[in-house]
Nanobody, 123 residues
Framework: QVQLVESGGGSVQAGGSLRLACVAS????????MGWFRRAPGKEREGVAG???????TFADSLKGRFTISRDTFQNTLYLQMNSLKPEDTAMYYC?????????????????WGQGTQVAVSS
């Protein structure tokens, strides 16, 4: 059984940083594809970043340069480093894992989901 548990969310002022973590069990973080998604109030869930088995990363165009995705295979943990945070980054952030190596940043392409961790950025 695959379990993904996120942590690291919280409240931060604009310009600040947060590092989210996702501990995986029943799924190795370099198996196929893992990603981060977010859902802001009143909006659809959107892809933030993904990392393929090969280590190749993808990002939402609007987030390039501010967010970094990485993984630790020894800790079996996925990370999302978020810098220069803006109020519009406020959302619930979800870790997700896919059995598909293609790593398309669309929710339908992911098979397993965590419960989410809340990020709130104040101006």
């Amino acid at each position: 059984q695959v379990q993904l548990v996120e942590s690291g969310g919280g409240s931060v002022q604009a310009g600040g940083s947060l590092r989210l973590a996702c501990v995986a069990s029943g799924y190795t973080v370099n198996r196929a594809c893992m990603g981060w998604f977010r859902r802001a109030p009143g909006k659809e869930r959107e892809g933030v970043a993904g990392i393929q088995r090969s280590g190749v990363t993808t990002f939402a165009d609007s987030l390039k340069g501010r967010f970094t995705i990485s993984r630790d295979t020894f800790q079996n943990t996925l990370y999302l480093q978020m810098n220069s945070l803006k109020p519009e980054d406020t959302a619930m952030y979800y870790c997700a894992a896919s059995e598909n190596w293609a790593c398309v940043l669309q929710p339908a392409h992911f098979d397993y989901w965590g419960q989410g961790t809340q990020v709130a950025v104040s101006s």
